[in-house]
């Protein structure tokens, strides 16, 4: 039988050396990205004004996605981009995308211009609307999401997405504390402890972050 020789194919050849250039791009793309976000995250660190999070809870969102490699994110609550920003730098590393919603226009316009000079544009799926009218459309799924917006809200937004997150997704809401005397939000903290098919747990570093894992469909 005819040996193939490798070396002498040039179909084969040119497959490897295709597959070299597409992952040093991808690597170069995924350096330019670091290199962007990093840049604009540092020169923005003391302007975030919209009741954005502080960096801590950014890092700690950047954190839960890349550690779950999580792909299809929804933020309710996108202000003027900071936390919008630190989960896309997440997502750009495990190929996902994220959907934000926004009422306020001034804001939604900002971001937009935050999403465009952080170089993350591409990942972010910005909206315009009142999330009292389009999360329930939504079609989902969703591995990873943030709640921000408005707080008496919340468990409504959370039943509204609880049946579009897929089990071993997380379902984190901003400014939820568990420390003793502190009762933000504590109503619907209660609301998030009982239910049986979600590990809740807070963590309380920056604004108050609930942190629930979806063990199981109801
Ligand atoms: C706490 S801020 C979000 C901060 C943002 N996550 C960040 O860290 O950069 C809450 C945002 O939710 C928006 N919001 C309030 N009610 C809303 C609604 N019904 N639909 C969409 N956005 C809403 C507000 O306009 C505000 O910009």
């Not at 009422?103 to 799926?125: P, Q, W």
Request: hydrophobic fraction near 40%.
């Amino acid at each position: 039988m005819k040996k193939l020789n490798i070396s002498k194919s040039p179909v084969i050849v040119l497959f490897f050396v295709w597959q070299a250039v597409n992952c040093y791009s991808q690597q170069n793309d995924q350096a330019t990205i670091d290199k962007n976000v990093k840049a604009f995250l540092d020169k923005h660190s003391s302007q975030w004004y919209d009741m954005n999070v502080p960096a801590s809870d950014g890092k700690l969102l950047f954190d839960l996605i890349l550690e779950n490699n999580y792909q299809y994110a929804l933020e309710i609550g996108t202000s003027t981009g900071h936390s919008g920003i630190w989960m896309a730098w997440a997502l750009s590393k495990t190929g996902g995308k994220l959907i934000t919603l926004e009422i306020d226009e001034t804001r939604y316009k900002e971001a937009v211009e935050n999403f465009k000079e952080a170089g993350v544009d591409h990942i972010i799926d910005a909206h315009l609307t009142n999330a009292h009218e389009m999360v329930p459309q939504l079609k989902g799924p969703f591995d990873f999401v943030f709640s921000d917006a408005d707080k008496s809200w919340y468990q409504r937004y959370f039943l509204a997405v609880d049946p579009k997150l897929i089990v071993n997704g997380c379902y984190t809401t901003h400014n939820v504390s568990d420390r003793p005397g502190v009762r933000w939000n504590s109503d619907y903290l209660e609301f998030l402890l009982d239910l049986d098919h979600y590990e809740t747990t807070v963590n309380n570093q920056g604004g108050g972050m609930a942190i629930s894992f979806k063990k199981s469909e109801k």
